[in-house]
């Protein structure tokens, strides 16, 4: 059984998870990945559409992006930070 998608008082898609405040991005069925706005139908998006069963904007996950560098949605190209950043390993690796 699938988690309820996290959802604010007004009805919408959460952008940050509670407690802690991590930023929360949206996977589609076809496995796109949406920003909040998108997933909530704003920026032009068909996401939240009554009914919606095109796979490219029926949300079907929520997560976190807790590290690594920005993952960026594919519907307005907008960078979705992580939580904690890009891990130090990978900032100072210089062995290539």
């Known amino acids: 059984m699938s988690q309820p998608l996290p959802r604010d ?6 952008a940050f998870a509670w407690p802690g405040g991590y930023p929360i991005y949206y996977t589609t069925r076809d496995g796109g990945t949406l920003c ?3 997933a909530n139908g704003e920026n032009g998006s068909d996401a939240a559409l009554p ?3 095109d796979p490219q904007w029926h949300v079907v996950a929520a997560d976190i992006h807790w590290e690594g560098d920005p993952m960026m ?8 930070e992580s ?4 891990p130090e390993e ?6 290539a």
């Open 9 to 14: 008082s007004d009805g919408k898609l959460s």
């Open 36 to 38: 909040p706005a998108c």
């Open 51 to 53: 009914g919606q069963d």
């Open 73 to 80: 949605c594919d519907h307005c190209y907008k960078d979705i």
């Open 83 to 86: 939580a904690y950043g890009v």
């Open 90 to 95: 990978a900032e100072n690796d210089h062995s």
